[in-house]
């Protein structure tokens, strides 16, 4: 069996990281929890990561930060993101962001997970 | 050497008055016609001045005028003797009648002379003609002020009454005025002289009884609002009553007039409406926030309690733990919505008496979260403050947001300029000496310019550019605090980390403030 795809949550809601990491560590992926941009930005330069999902509003580095760093250093990988609202002013739905896919909170494990799974080319669970 | 009365009347020894004229006709035709005219003259004057002081009944001295009647008479009387004696020799008649002229022309002359000086301050005709004229200007004056007064007491849109203050102390009407009497349905001819209880419905009289009550008690003016059921609906009254006194200082009569505010009061609570939805606008994006996350909580743990629950891998004690989770967080969104849903209500609900601290915490709550994404920490310095003070909660929370507001975007604004900040410090203590609470939100923005300080509290006042303040937080703020007594001041401090800031101290009474106090303030 090959090493489990890393997937890295910055999300400062702990409640909803543990969640979403107990969802997805169960569909098979290897999950490590930031509670910010920075603590995530760490994560990023210590390990490989395969896809990053991230909130945008978060204390110490926001999401719109987290993202522009990553695609300084990695210009191909997969972003999520969850926000609780997308001001009108975001150029994240801009293409040079992607591949990145944006979800309005509540958001649906079971939908991240897939859109996970397409996004690295995985089977898509039923 | 006495002489009989009978020898004194015998005149049979003189010869009459014509023996000395030799008889001749010419002499004596000159004497008896000039004697007959005078005393003729003589007699007619009498009847002159008599007639004269019987129909002129308020002429002064007119026992004088008798007095000179009988002078006159005398007088004339020793004429018509005079002709007499020129044939009979009667001189001691003539001598009587002489006698009895020389008292009253002695009695006339004395009286005379005694009467000169208050006869000199009678005011003569000229006199009296011009003070004549004087009071008729006085009275055409007068005529036109109270022609005045009563057209502004008839015309004023402002309801006018006058209480009368009776002797056992009750209350009548003496007048209102149209604008009253259109106002509150009443009939003034009606109204006119009967008492207060009598006159109006009894829950108007419960209401107005005790402020005339307090306004004659305390003699002084007193004002106040008050909101009253009239025909036309609700209306909300400021009113002021001003007692008159008696020399002795009883109030006899209150004088009131009401100004129908029931629009700029609407008004009034429209722009603290508007301000309070610009506060909630800015706060809707933190809510909106705040709102997705227990929501999204909820949704991770139910997908994945499911998710086991289809692959028959859940156990009982994750479940639980699954729903404990959920039902936290629906708390945590019931919370919220009630923030949200009393803090829009249009009506802050009346005053009552509160403990600042509450409203200072739940503020820090409701934007604690939202001001720490943004890397802005609320510091609290939570003082001895169990002092209650009176007013509207919600309002005070508001006013509180809106500084807090003021401070985030001050923060926003220093950062934006390369300089550090991010620090909002918030403390409530009381101030027993003063029996007073006070409030301090300090931010490190950098502080206020110096020239415009003055200017903040200012309604429409804004530093901040186009589009971004209304410029009426601080100047609504300002009257809320003021409505409770109170009163706020913002300075430039120096704060020990050596950055720069604003420090608003809100001052708040922690006895009840009266309405008539919270008007004058106002004033």
């Known amino acids: 069996m090959p090493d489990p795809f890393h997937i890295l949550i910055a999300e400062d809601e702990v409640l909803a990281a543990m969640a979403l990491e107990d969802f997805l560590s ?12 920075v603590e995530a930005l760490e994560r990023y330069a210590s390990e490989r990561v395969h896809a990053l999902v991230t909130d945008l509003r978060m204390p110490r580095m926001d999401g719109q930060t987290l993202i522009r760093e990553i695609r300084e250093r990695d210009a191909a990988l997969p972003v999520v993101v969850m926000t609780g609202y997308l001001t009108q002013d975001s150029d994240l739905t801009h293409e040079r962001w992607k591949p990145l896919e944006i979800f309005s909170k509540p958001v649906n494990p079971r939908t991240i997970c897939n859109t996970l799974n397409r996004m690295l080319g995985l089977p898509q669970e039923v | 050497m006495a002489v009989g009365l009978e020898e004194f009347l015998d005149t049979g020894g003189f010869v009459p008055h014509g023996v000395c004229l030799l008889w001749r006709p010419d002499i004596l035709m000159l004497h008896v016609a000039s004697d007959v005219l005078i005393g003729l ?26 007095l000179f009647a009988l002078f006159i008479i ?27 002229t020389a008292f009253a022309s002695l009695a006339t002359a004395a009286a005379l002379w005694w009467l000169m000086p208050r006869l000199l301050a009678l005011p003569s005709p000229r006199e009296l003609e011009a003070s004549n004229r004087a009071l008729a200007l006085e009275v055409a004056t007068r005529r036109e002020m109270e022609a005045r007064y009563s057209s502004f007491f008839n015309n004023l849109g402002e309801a006018l009454f006058i209480v009368q203050v009776l002797p056992d102390g009750d209350f009548a009407y003496e007048a209102i005025n149209p604008a009253l009497a259109r106002i509150g349905g009443l009939d003034p001819e009606q109204l006119r002289d009967r008492r207060v209880r009598d006159a109006v419905a009894p829950e108007l009289a419960d209401l107005v009884i005790p402020r005339y009550t307090a306004c004659r008690d305390s003699g002084e003016t007193i004002d106040y609002e008050e909101t009253l059921d009239m025909p036309a609906g609700q209306r909300v009254f ?10 002795a200082g009883r ?10 505010v029931t629009e700029r009061k609407r008004l009034q609570e429209e722009v603290v409406q508007t301000s309070k939805l610009a506060t ?34 859940l156990d009982p004690a994750r479940a639980e733990r699954a729903l404990k989770l959920v039902i936290e967080q629906t708390d945590r969104m019931g919370k919220l919505i009630d923030h949200v849903r009393t803090f829009g209500r249009r009506d802050g609900g009346g005053m009552r008496a509160f403990h600042p601290a509450h409203c200072v915490e739940s503020a820090v709550e409701l934007v604690r979260h939202q001001y720490a994404l943004e890397d802005i920490e609320i ?145």
């Open chain 2, 74 to 100: 005398a007088c004339g009387t020793t004429h018509f003797l005079s002709i007499w004696t020129l044939w009979t020799p009667d001189y001691v008649l003539e001598g009587l009648v002489k006698l009895v």
């Open chain 2, 379 to 523: 510091v609290e310095h939570a003082g001895l403050a169990q002092l209650p003070v009176t007013g509207r909660p919600l309002e005070l929370e508001q006013v509180i947001l809106n500084l807090f507001s003021n401070a985030r975007d001050a923060i926003v604004a220093r950062r934006a300029s390369g300089e550090a900040a991010g620090r909002i410090m918030v403390a409530v203590s009381d101030d027993p000496d003063r029996q007073s609470v006070v409030i301090q939100v300090t931010d490190d923005g950098g502080g206020i310019d110096p020239s415009v300080l003055p200017q903040i509290f200012d309604p429409f006042f804004t530093t901040k550019e186009v589009g971004k303040g209304s410029g009426l937080g601080l100047s609504i703020g300002y009257g809320i605090i003021d409505g409770m007594g109170g009163r706020i001041e913002a300075r430039n401090v120096e704060l020990e980390s050596g950055s720069r800031g604003v420090r608003f101290t809100i001052t708040l009474p922690s006895q009840p403030v009266s309405s008539s106090d919270r008007e004058f303030s106002h004033a």
């Open chain 2, 280 to 313: 909630l606008g800015t706060l809707a994006a933190g809510m909106a926030h705040e709102m997705s996350q227990p929501l999204n909580v909820i949704r991770l743990w139910t997908e994945n309690t499911l998710t086991r629950l289809h692959e028959n891998l």
């Open chain 2, 238 to 247: 400021h009113t002021m009553l001003v007692p008159v006194k008696d020399a």
């Open chain 2, 41 to 66: 003259s003589y007699f007619s004057i009498p009847v002159a001045l008599t007639y004269f002081v019987i129909r002129r009944r308020d002429v002064a001295f007119g026992w004088m005028a008798l």
């Open chain 2, 251 to 260: 109030v006899i009569q209150i004088l009131g007039s009401g100004r129908d």
């Open chain 1, 26 to 37: 169960f569909k098979g992926f290897r999950v490590t929890v930031a509670a910010n941009g």
